[in-house]
Protein backbone atom coordinates (compact mmCIF):
# COMPACT_ATOMS: atom_id res chain seq x y z
CA UNK A 1 0.00 0.00 0.00
CA UNK A 2 0.97 3.65 -0.60
CA UNK A 3 0.51 6.89 1.10
CA UNK A 4 0.89 10.35 0.95
CA UNK A 5 0.58 13.02 3.68
CA UNK A 6 0.86 16.59 3.39
CA UNK A 7 1.11 18.71 6.44
CA UNK A 8 -1.00 21.86 6.35
CA UNK A 9 -4.02 21.91 4.21
CA UNK A 10 -3.38 26.03 4.11
CA UNK A 11 0.17 27.27 4.36
CA UNK A 12 0.64 31.37 4.30
CA UNK A 13 4.17 32.87 3.32
CA UNK A 14 4.86 36.82 3.34
CA UNK A 15 6.17 37.64 -1.14
CA UNK A 16 9.76 37.15 -0.63
CA UNK A 17 10.16 34.50 2.25
CA UNK A 18 11.21 30.79 2.02
CA UNK A 19 8.41 28.95 1.00
CA UNK A 20 8.40 25.08 2.59
CA UNK A 21 5.51 22.76 1.62
CA UNK A 22 5.84 19.19 3.36
CA UNK A 23 5.26 16.08 1.92
CA UNK A 24 5.79 12.43 4.01
CA UNK A 25 5.04 9.46 2.19
CA UNK A 26 4.92 5.64 3.11
CA UNK A 27 5.78 3.23 -0.19
CA UNK A 28 6.37 -0.68 -0.02
CA UNK A 29 8.60 -0.20 -3.02
CA UNK A 30 11.22 2.49 -4.44
CA UNK A 31 8.91 5.59 -4.90
CA UNK A 32 8.54 7.92 -7.97
CA UNK A 33 7.30 11.25 -6.36
CA UNK A 34 6.20 14.56 -7.98
CA UNK A 35 4.55 17.95 -7.22
CA UNK A 36 2.09 19.44 -9.07
CA UNK A 37 0.61 22.81 -8.91
CA UNK A 38 -2.92 23.75 -9.05
CA UNK A 39 -4.16 27.19 -10.11
CA UNK A 40 -7.47 28.31 -9.84
CA UNK A 41 -10.12 27.08 -12.32
CA UNK A 42 -7.26 24.53 -14.55
CA UNK A 43 -6.08 21.22 -13.90
CA UNK A 44 -2.61 20.30 -12.23
CA UNK A 45 0.44 21.22 -13.72
CA UNK A 46 3.38 18.51 -13.03
CA UNK A 47 6.23 21.12 -11.12
CA UNK A 48 9.07 18.74 -10.39
CA UNK A 49 9.42 14.68 -9.92
CA UNK A 50 11.88 12.52 -8.27
CA UNK A 51 12.42 9.18 -10.39
CA UNK A 52 15.61 7.93 -8.53
CA UNK A 53 18.38 10.32 -10.23
CA UNK A 54 19.36 13.01 -8.19
CA UNK A 55 17.83 13.32 -4.61
CA UNK A 56 17.80 17.00 -5.32
CA UNK A 57 15.28 17.76 -8.33
CA UNK A 58 14.44 20.90 -9.54
CA UNK A 59 11.27 22.39 -11.39
CA UNK A 60 9.88 24.92 -13.06
CA UNK A 61 9.14 28.45 -11.57
CA UNK A 62 12.07 28.42 -9.03
CA UNK A 63 11.03 25.30 -7.13
CA UNK A 64 12.79 22.52 -5.58
CA UNK A 65 12.42 19.44 -3.69
CA UNK A 66 14.55 16.83 -2.31
CA UNK A 67 13.91 13.19 -1.98
CA UNK A 68 14.94 11.91 1.91
CA UNK A 69 14.74 8.17 1.78
CA UNK A 70 15.52 8.05 5.88
CA UNK A 71 13.03 10.57 6.55
CA UNK A 72 10.87 9.41 3.51
CA UNK A 73 9.61 13.03 2.90
CA UNK A 74 9.90 15.08 -0.23
CA UNK A 75 8.99 18.72 1.56
CA UNK A 76 9.00 21.35 -1.56
CA UNK A 77 10.76 24.50 -1.07
CA UNK A 78 10.84 27.75 -3.20
CA UNK A 79 13.67 30.48 -1.63
CA UNK A 80 11.54 33.84 -2.08
CA UNK A 81 8.05 33.77 -2.52
CA UNK A 82 6.15 35.38 -5.25
CA UNK A 83 1.95 36.53 -5.91
CA UNK A 84 2.34 34.55 -9.03
CA UNK A 85 3.30 30.97 -6.30
CA UNK A 86 -0.56 31.31 -4.58
CA UNK A 87 -2.23 28.12 -5.89
CA UNK A 88 -2.72 24.60 -4.51
CA UNK A 89 0.62 21.76 -4.20
CA UNK A 90 0.15 18.50 -4.47
CA UNK A 91 1.99 15.91 -3.67
CA UNK A 92 1.88 12.71 -5.29
CA UNK A 93 3.73 9.16 -5.05
CA UNK A 94 3.77 6.18 -7.82
CA UNK A 95 4.65 3.05 -6.81
CA UNK A 96 4.12 1.22 -9.82
CA UNK A 97 1.01 0.12 -12.05
CA UNK A 98 1.36 3.86 -13.75
CA UNK A 99 -1.61 4.60 -10.83
CA UNK A 100 -0.46 7.80 -8.44
CA UNK A 101 -1.80 8.50 -5.24
CA UNK A 102 -2.21 11.98 -4.64
CA UNK A 103 -2.40 13.54 -1.40
CA UNK A 104 -4.95 16.36 -0.28
CA UNK A 105 -2.95 19.16 -0.99
CA UNK A 106 -1.94 21.96 0.28
CA UNK A 107 -2.98 25.66 -0.41
CA UNK A 108 -0.08 28.57 -0.50
CA UNK A 109 -1.24 32.15 -0.02
CA UNK A 110 1.16 34.43 -0.54
CA UNK A 111 1.27 37.88 1.65
CA UNK A 112 2.37 41.51 0.11
CA UNK B 1 2.20 22.72 -26.24
CA UNK B 2 0.65 19.45 -26.00
CA UNK B 3 -2.52 20.06 -24.32
CA UNK B 4 -5.44 17.49 -22.94
CA UNK B 5 -8.80 18.86 -24.17
CA UNK B 6 -11.81 18.17 -22.22
CA UNK B 7 -15.03 19.34 -23.27
CA UNK B 8 -17.55 20.99 -21.85
CA UNK B 9 -15.65 23.41 -19.04
CA UNK B 10 -19.07 23.84 -17.41
CA UNK B 11 -22.43 21.69 -17.07
CA UNK B 12 -25.50 22.92 -15.25
CA UNK B 13 -27.98 19.80 -15.11
CA UNK B 14 -31.31 19.02 -13.36
CA UNK B 15 -30.93 15.51 -11.07
CA UNK B 16 -31.80 12.83 -12.98
CA UNK B 17 -30.68 13.52 -16.33
CA UNK B 18 -27.54 12.00 -18.79
CA UNK B 19 -23.98 13.69 -18.56
CA UNK B 20 -21.26 12.84 -20.73
CA UNK B 21 -18.40 14.24 -20.67
CA UNK B 22 -15.12 13.95 -23.26
CA UNK B 23 -11.44 13.96 -23.23
CA UNK B 24 -9.01 14.40 -25.84
CA UNK B 25 -5.43 12.88 -24.63
CA UNK B 26 -2.68 13.87 -25.98
CA UNK B 27 -1.68 12.54 -29.26
CA UNK B 28 0.32 9.24 -28.09
CA UNK B 29 -0.39 9.00 -24.70
CA UNK B 30 -1.76 5.50 -24.04
CA UNK B 31 -2.83 5.76 -20.89
CA UNK B 32 -6.14 8.06 -19.77
CA UNK B 33 -6.90 8.65 -16.04
CA UNK B 34 -10.02 10.06 -14.72
CA UNK B 35 -10.21 12.09 -11.78
CA UNK B 36 -13.04 13.72 -9.57
CA UNK B 37 -12.15 16.37 -7.36
CA UNK B 38 -14.63 17.81 -4.69
CA UNK B 39 -13.61 19.79 -1.45
CA UNK B 40 -14.20 17.06 0.73
CA UNK B 41 -12.78 14.17 -0.92
CA UNK B 42 -10.03 15.63 -2.82
CA UNK B 43 -8.83 14.30 -6.06
CA UNK B 44 -10.54 10.41 -6.29
CA UNK B 45 -9.17 8.31 -9.02
CA UNK B 46 -12.65 7.05 -10.80
CA UNK B 47 -10.99 4.90 -13.75
CA UNK B 48 -7.74 4.77 -16.17
CA UNK B 49 -6.98 2.75 -19.22
CA UNK B 50 -4.59 1.54 -20.95
CA UNK B 51 -3.60 1.30 -24.67
CA UNK B 52 -8.05 2.38 -24.48
CA UNK B 53 -8.83 -1.00 -22.32
CA UNK B 54 -10.07 -0.04 -18.91
CA UNK B 55 -7.53 -1.49 -16.23
CA UNK B 56 -9.01 -0.04 -13.52
CA UNK B 57 -12.59 1.55 -12.26
CA UNK B 58 -13.16 0.53 -8.59
CA UNK B 59 -13.26 4.33 -7.97
CA UNK B 60 -16.30 4.15 -10.10
CA UNK B 61 -19.89 3.92 -8.34
CA UNK B 62 -20.63 1.29 -11.22
CA UNK B 63 -23.99 1.53 -11.31
CA UNK B 64 -24.51 5.30 -12.59
CA UNK B 65 -21.08 5.91 -14.20
CA UNK B 66 -19.10 4.66 -17.01
CA UNK B 67 -16.27 5.35 -18.78
CA UNK B 68 -14.92 3.97 -22.07
CA UNK B 69 -12.48 4.92 -25.59
CA UNK B 70 -14.16 4.14 -28.79
CA UNK B 71 -10.84 4.92 -30.22
CA UNK B 72 -7.22 6.36 -28.83
CA UNK B 73 -8.17 10.02 -29.33
CA UNK B 74 -11.52 10.01 -27.01
CA UNK B 75 -12.44 9.34 -24.07
CA UNK B 76 -15.82 9.33 -22.17
CA UNK B 77 -16.98 9.43 -19.01
CA UNK B 78 -20.89 9.05 -18.27
CA UNK B 79 -23.20 9.60 -15.87
CA UNK B 80 -26.76 7.96 -15.77
CA UNK B 81 -28.82 9.18 -13.91
CA UNK B 82 -26.70 12.56 -12.05
CA UNK B 83 -27.46 13.35 -8.69
CA UNK B 84 -26.48 16.46 -6.34
CA UNK B 85 -23.74 14.18 -4.90
CA UNK B 86 -21.94 13.87 -8.32
CA UNK B 87 -21.67 17.53 -8.26
CA UNK B 88 -17.50 18.05 -8.40
CA UNK B 89 -14.83 18.91 -10.98
CA UNK B 90 -14.10 15.90 -13.46
CA UNK B 91 -10.46 16.06 -14.32
CA UNK B 92 -9.24 14.02 -17.35
CA UNK B 93 -5.42 13.29 -17.71
CA UNK B 94 -2.90 11.58 -19.84
CA UNK B 95 -0.05 10.12 -19.86
CA UNK B 96 2.96 8.18 -21.98
CA UNK B 97 3.95 4.39 -21.33
CA UNK B 98 5.75 4.40 -17.95
CA UNK B 99 3.63 7.45 -16.76
CA UNK B 100 5.21 5.98 -13.36
CA UNK B 101 8.90 8.15 -14.77
CA UNK B 102 6.94 11.33 -16.76
CA UNK B 103 3.93 12.08 -14.34
CA UNK B 104 0.62 12.81 -15.88
CA UNK B 105 -0.48 15.87 -18.12
CA UNK B 106 -4.15 17.13 -16.70
CA UNK B 107 -6.95 18.68 -18.82
CA UNK B 108 -8.71 22.24 -17.58
CA UNK B 109 -11.54 19.95 -15.84
CA UNK B 110 -15.50 20.13 -16.16
CA UNK B 111 -16.87 21.47 -13.39
CA UNK B 112 -20.69 19.80 -12.93
CA UNK B 113 -23.44 21.10 -11.34
CA UNK B 114 -25.82 19.04 -10.85
CA UNK B 115 -29.28 20.51 -8.90
Known amino acids: AQSVTQLGSHVSVSEGALVLLRCNYSSSVPPYLFWYVQYPNQGLQLLLK??????LVKGINGFEAEFKKSETSFHLTKPSAHMSDAAEYFCALSGGYQKVTFGTGTKLQVIP | DARVTQTPRHKVTEMGQEVTMRCQPI?????VFWYRQTMMQGLELLAYFRNRAPLDDSGMPKDRFSAEMPDATLATLKIQPSEPRDSAVYFC?????????????FGSGTRLTVV
Open chain 2, 27 to 31: LGHNT
Open chain 1, 50 to 55: YTSAAT
Open chain 2, 93 to 105: ASGPSGTDLYGYT
